[in-house]
């Protein structure tokens, strides 16, 4: 597995090498593209009873409880505007990401009567080489980028003291890598096949690690050139 200081000196390669070369294929000038997703989540996370904000507390005492989530797939969407000059582009994109159910804490199955879900969105701006193939009727492309994952966890479940739903939301930057595919039908239309990987900067590179607590993307699309 490549680390991430890897991955991030091969985007900037690219990058460099696109605003070089003199090939053309992806179309000068604004765009816009909306996409639908399979998202995949995290298994599992850690949330402090802090995060709630509403004074919970754990039953066992402990300040930390691990969530187990539902990770099989949904199918949800997304869109970016942008501009594209000579190869290079930089846009700003939006995933839905879907919620999540809640199937457990601390290893423990949720009993009857209990429930819960994670919920998450996210928001940013990306700066994408495109790298023209196939006598320029396609582009492989790379991004790199940053913004922002807001991320709610709702929860009713015997682990907590008191009864009810407690909820923690949060608000955290994140990494955003991505690569995929440009096929184009005409001047203006094209479609995408993309995958994306979100990794929060706090709770993943600086806590437990490149892909962990991450969302991963797989989508595709239609795009509009201007």
Known sequence: MMSRKTIIATLLAGLSFVAASNVMAAPNGPFVNLGANIVYGPSTISINSNAFGNGATYANGNPN???????????????????????IGISLKYHNLGSQHLMGVNGASLANGESGSYKAMYYGVNATAFFPINDKKEDIFLSLGGGRLKTELSA???EFVGAGTKQATQNESVLFLGVGMRHYINSTLSVDVEYDRLTPITHGLLSNGTYNNSFGIFSAGLTLSF
């Open 65 to 87: 409880a691990l969530f187990s989530l539902a990770n099989d797939g949904r199918f949800k969407y997304g869109s970016s505007i942008g501009y594209v000059h000579d190869n």
């Open 156 to 158: 009713n479940s015997a």
